[in-house]
């Protein structure tokens, strides 16, 4: 009976035992498994593996190896327990699944938990593994039971855990091994969803640094409109900063208009794309871009938008130069069919102005034939003049150069004007520095361009305004020479839109009286002077011309 009694008992306390391990694994199991709930470093996730790992099981050293990608090579990624040269040896060179033949490759060539009862005098134990062994007998840390378990995920190996009890040599059981497969299970699941975490962090941060550095401005956006990235670039075009973003919609980041709207909304909802779509847009500051658009959805795996990412170019320059360079073509077609019919004209208008004028010497002063008569020959005249600006405007110019500070060209030029400014209660204000600029120009050419400028602006306000002629120096690049750039703003009438890409054009006017000639020829003046004139307006707000060229 005694003996019935203290087996009963003994089998008693090993129930308790398992019973106390299994708790004891479940709650180390539950706390790992918290895990999952963070977005922990993976560095993090191995040690608390085996720490709780050696807690739960009473292990004195535990290490983790994982599998390269490529499946080739085993390397070390976490120890505990080791003296600090073995845990050198250990993360030293990674093992090689083909060559090193030893109990860390046979584990993951078999996927299944390898013990060995007693590392010392095991029968299986390879070359490779009896140095290992002597490795860690000198170091005080000589192996005995020794526990190798996979790490699995979905059927595929990744790794290994392996522990020992090198300090207190009691004997690995047969429900430690289970408790440490289980275990082993639950972190695999753990170590794999921190590497997927890492990874998606590391694209993350990849394209957040290429959505940094675009030259291009990027703007990403939820469903909702809600501005979710707004990159440097896109700061620097739009003139808002990211901060400003996020508290408007990316459609209220420029006033829309139905079709605009309605070509949004397709891309959120029938995930058109929409490709280099340009548009001006008018910054806080006033300034007046022409921007390049590009739309498209982003689409998951279901198809189900969540947002839309908006790619901002800058092409004001790019605009502003190819329409130079288109009316700089128009110009000089439109200049050589003007002079092409002007001489066709000359020679026949001159001879009806000789025969009206020997008609007109036949008549008496105050008779209606010889007004009518005088009438004709002043509107000859007209022609005549006007002839002459069109073969002026065709041929090349005679440009008498010289070094001249642009500066007083402009004061002098604005004094011609300030009498019939004055008359007309309009004022002219000098907006520059004092300082000389010297230019190569022909004083007298360009004196006629900055003359019909503002004389334009006088007539573009008529009656009380302001003028504010202004000039500064620039350098975009180092490498390139310096440009002043010089600026005729009225707030006057201002110019429709419609007009504004023929208002260089020859013969084009707006004026009741007048050839259409004036702003053609300062265009040629200042083309030919290696410069550029452009023009920027509003209606009923104002215009303003502006002039840039080189510096001597």
């Known amino acids: 009976m005694r003996g019935v009694s203290a087996e009963r008992a003994a089998q008693n306390q090993r129930l308790t035992d398992k019973l106390a391990l299994k708790n004891t694994l479940l709650s180390h199991i539950h706390d790992l498994t918290s895990l999952l709930t963070e977005a922990p470093d ?23 190896m994982l599998l390269s990608e490529d499946g080739a090579k085993l390397k070390c990624q976490c120890v505990k327990g080791f003296t600090p040269e073995g845990e050198r040896h250990a993360r030293g060179t990674p093992l090689s699944i083909e060559h090193h033949d030893c109990y860390e490759t046979r584990v993951i060539q078999s996927g299944i938990p390898l013990f060995i009862q007693n590392a010392a005098d095991d029968p299986h134990a390879t070359a490779l593994d009896r140095a290992i062994n002597q490795i860690h007998i000198r170091q005080g840390q000589e192996r005995m039971s020794l526990i190798y378990v996979p790490l699995k995920h979905k059927g595929k190996i990744m790794g290994f855990i392996g522990a020992d009890r090198y300090r207190t040599r009691v004997e690995i059981t047969q429900d430690e091994i289970e408790a440490l497969v289980i275990f082993a299970n639950q972190a695999s699941i753990v170590i794999e969803n921190a590497r997927l975490y890492n990874k998606l962090n590391e694209k993350q941060v990849l394209l957040e640094g290429v959505i940094k550095c675009s030259v ?33 919609l990316a459609q209220e980041l420029s006033d829309l208009d139905d079709n605009e709207r309605t070509r949004l909304y397709n891309v959120f909802k029938r995930q058109e794309h929409i490709s280099h779509y340009e548009r001006t847009y008018l910054r806080n500051d006033g300034k007046r871009l022409v921007l390049n658009l590009s739309c498209f959805a982003i689409v ?28 700089v073509e128009k110009f000089a077609a439109l200049g050589h069919v003007a002079s092409v019919i002007a001489h066709e004209i000359r020679n026949p208008l001159s001879g009806i102005a000789t025969t009206v004028q020997n008609l007109e010497m036949e008549y008496e002063e105050d008779s209606p034939q010889k007004k009518d008569l005088q009438s004709i020959i002043a509107e000859v005249d007209r022609l005549e003049k006007m002839l002459r600006e069109i073969l002026d405007l065709a041929k090349p110019l005679q440009l008498q150069m010289e070094d001249i500070d642009v500066m007083d060209l402009l004061s002098s030029t604005i004094a011609l004007l300030n009498k019939e400014a004055v008359k007309r209660k309009i004022t002219i204000r000098k907006d520059f520095d004092r300082r000389a600029v010297s230019i190569n ?13 503002t004389l ?97």
């Open 300 to 327: 998951d795996a279901d198809q189900k938008t969540l947002g839309v990412v908006t790619e901002v170019t800058d092409v004001t320059e790019k605009k502003r130069m190819d329409d130079y360079l288109v009316r």
């Open 441 to 453: 120009a022909d004083p007298q050419r360009l004196r006629q361009v900055f003359l019909n400028l």
């Open 216 to 248: 291009d401005g990027i703007v990403i956006s939820d469903i909702m409109g809600n501005i979710l990235h707004f990159n440097p670039r896109a700061q620097e075009i739009l003139g808002i900063s990211e901060d400003e973003a996020r508290k408007i």
């Open 456 to 552: 334009n602006a006088i007539d573009a306000i008529g009656e009380q305004g302001e003028i504010v002629i202004s000039a500064t120096t620039v350098q975009n690049h180092p490498d390139q020479n310096k440009r002043i750039v010089i600026n005729f703003k009225d707030n006057g009438v201002g110019i429709p839109v419609n007009h504004l890409n023929k208002i260089f054009d020859p013969f084009f006017t707006t004026k009741k009286v007048g050839t259409g000639l004036g702003l053609a020829v300062s265009h040629r003046i200042v083309q030919d002077h290696n410069g550029m004139i452009e023009v920027e307006s509003n209606e009923k707000r104002g215009t303003n011309f502006r002039i840039t060229l080189p510096v001597a």
């Open 42 to 64: 993976l560095e993090q996730v191995f040690h608390e593996i085996l720490d709780r790992a050696m807690a739960a099981l009473h292990f004195d050293r535990a290490v983790i």
